[in-house]
């Protein structure tokens, strides 16, 4: 499976990602393309997204935990890792 956010993306990138993935929300792709096809669908976004495009990339992966998020360029969220594994911070708790 692969997860895709998006702040903006460019008119053709979008037309092609249309091809592997349904958009249930604006700027939300869902697909559930193989392995091998969604490592393609990451390296067509890096190579043709600028990074205003703000994408935050969550994709299955075999090994533990399950998942891998990456991101490109200026995304609304914070992604952090906590003995191996990533997590999406929704909100800073600052301390007094």
């Known amino acids: 499976m692969l997860v895709v956010l998006a702040n ?3 008119p053709a990138v979008r037309g092609r990602i249309k091809l592997w993935f349904i958009e249930p929300k604006p700027n939300v792709f869902v697909s559930g393309v193989s392995d091998s096809v969604a490592q393609k669908v990451v390296e067509y976004l890096y190579e043709h997204c600028p990074t205003e ?3 935050m990339i969550f994709r299955r992966i075999s090994q533990t935990p399950g998942y891998e998020i990456r991101g490109i360029g200026d995304h609304t ?4 890792e906590i003995s191996g594994l990533q997590l999406v911070i ?3 708790i600052t301390s007094s």
């Open 8 to 10: 903006d993306l460019p």
């Open 53 to 55: 495009s703000g994408l």
């Open 77 to 80: 969220r914070q992604v952090t």
């Open 90 to 92: 929704e909100k800073q």
